[in-house]
């Protein structure tokens, strides 16, 4: 069976790439060296300090961004150990009502009110690093349902094709159920199909 791949809305086949290799063509990473200058503090005194720094860049054009796969997944390490760093001063608070409780002469007499009034303060203290720790298993749910549907995404995504001439994104026959072939769609509706064929379109 021939499959036509020209435009479907100038019906022309000379300004049509493959969406894959139009966004190979927009990626590119680029490596510097840069040169920095500052003051330091010695013993002696303030000292000029130069250093040499290499960098490296990844460069995205607009369009190759406007058809991306996929939304940038969220880095979740950091955040994480923030979070656990951030609940050590309530944990050591913790330890130490227990141990006053623990070593007190008369533990029966503990007033529920104090101990209320301890709750509220660990949790006061608590409160940012269990903040930080949403935030990171917000993330990681969202990074989950990338990847559980970026396989499917993917198989979209590499059937489509662009037309420069139109300035838009089409399917020569249609590779999933919801997606309709032979159609022209602006990038930024293109995008939006393929994610929602991944599952990720409304995250």
Do not use: K
Not at 132 to 159: D, E, K, P, Q, Y
Not at 183 to 199: E, I, K, Y
């Amino acid at each position: 069976m021939d499959i036509g791949i020209e435009c479907p809305h100038c019906r022309q086949l000379d300004l049509v790439q493959s969406v894959p290799a139009l966004h190979a063509d927009g990626v590119s990473t680029s490596s510097e060296t840069n040169v920095y200058s500052g003051v330091g503090v010695a013993s002696t005194g303030l000292l000029p300090v130069y250093g040499i720094a290499t960098v490296e860049r990844t460069n995205t054009t607009a369009l190759a961004r406007s058809l991306a796969r996929e939304p940038a997944r969220r880095p979740v390490g950091r955040l994480t150990t923030l979070g656990l760093l951030l609940l050590l001063p309530a944990l050591f608070a913790v330890v130490i009502g227990v141990a006053s409780v623990a070593t007190s002469d008369n533990p029966e007499t503990t007033n529920l009110g104090i101990l209320a009034g301890a709750a509220l303060l660990v949790g006061g203290i608590a409160a940012p690093g269990l903040l930080v720790l949403g935030v990171a298993a917000f993330r990681g749910r969202r990074n989950g349902r990338i990847s559980r549907g970026r396989r499917t995404a993917h198989a979209v995504w590499h059937a489509a094709f662009y037309c420069h001439r139109c300035g838009v994104a089409f399917w020569p026959m249609s590779p999933a159920p919801a997606i309709p072939g032979r159609q022209a769609f602006a990038p930024q509706h293109f995008r939006w199909l393929v994610w929602n064929a991944g599952g990720y379109a409304n995250i």
